[in-house]
């Protein structure tokens, strides 16, 4: 199992950036693919972005294709989500999430098994 921290989240206006980082423990960490989920107010958890254990595949949303980046930096323990051109829609709790790579669904939280405490998003318009 390993320990995630979610960091970097705030209030921005619309069409602003932010970069979240999510912070894991354990020298294992490379071993794990790692997602991004979001949740809104009175809606469902949502799938955001994820990456494989090394970094060579990415996965995204339709919603935030073309705004938001997902990266990791092994050696630091540590995975990214740069998010560009931020709208209203964005605004949410966002989650990071480590599964074992090759088991389940990127897209699904069912697949993922440790969760970072989340973090807060504000975009006003």
């Known amino acids: 199992q390993v320990q995630l921290v979610e960091s970097g989240g705030g209030l921005v206006q619309t069409g602003g950036s932010l970069r979240l980082s999510c912070a894991g423990s354990g020298r294992t960490f490379s071993s794990y693919a790692m997602g991004w989920f979001r949740q809104a107010p009175g809606k469902e958890r949502e799938f955001v972005a994820a990456?494989?254990?090394?970094?060579?595949?990415?996965y995204y949303a339709d919603s935030v294709k073309g705004r938001f980046t997902i990266s990791r930096d092994n050696a630091k323990n540590t995975v990214y989500l740069q998010m560009n051109s931020l709208k209203p829609e964005d605004t949410a709790v966002y989650y990071c999430?480590?599964?074992?790579?090759?088991?389940?669904?990127?897209?699904?939280?069912?697949?993922?098994?440790?969760w970072g405490q989340g973090t807060q998003v504000t975009v006003s318009s």
């Open positions: 990456i494989t254990w090394n970094g060579d595949t990415t």
């Open positions: 999430a480590a599964k074992y790579d090759s088991s389940g669904s990127y897209y699904s939280r069912l697949a993922y098994y440790s």
